[in-house]
Nanobody, 124 residues
Framework: QVQLVESGGGLVQAGGSLRLSCAAS????????MAWFRQIQGKEREFVAG????????FHSDSLKGRFNISRDNAKNMVYLHMNSLKPEDTAVYYC?????????????????WGQGTQVTVSS
């Protein structure tokens, strides 16, 4: 059974940094891509960044590129989201997702497995 468990969320001041972690288990993720989405209250889930499990090829939302960075550690079965220069509008629940390789990265429907989410709150 696939499990994705996020951690690392919390309260941070504007301008600060956080690193979110996603512990992945339950299958071999070779041939999969991993991603981070976020959901701001009242809005649809939004793609933040994705990475291919095997090659580590990363894709980032254009609006967040430069501040957010995704990485993975295959040996530890971990995926990370490094968030810098945080703004109050980054306040959201952040979700880790996993899905088979495909051409569509930004759609939540392209992913088969989801974590429970971790809250990030950025104060002004």
């Amino acid at each position: 059974q696939v499990q994705l468990v996020e951690s690392g969320g919390g309260l941070v001041q504007a301008g600060g940094s956080l690193r979110l972690s996603c512990a992945a288990s339950g299958r071999t993720f070779s041939g999969y891509r991993m991603a981070w989405f976020r959901q701001i209250q009242g809005k649809e889930r939004e793609f933040v960044a994705g990475i291919t499990w095997s090659a580590g090829m990363a894709f980032h939302s254009d609006s967040l590129k430069g501040r957010f960075n995704i990485s993975r550690d295959n040996a530890k079965n971990m995926v990370y989201l490094h968030m810098n220069s945080l703004k109050p509008e980054d306040t959201a629940v952040y979700y880790c997702a996993a899905g088979r390789m495909g051409y569509v990265w930004v759609s939540a429907g392209a992913y088969d497995y989801w974590g429970q989410g971790t809250q990030v709150t950025v104060s002004s």
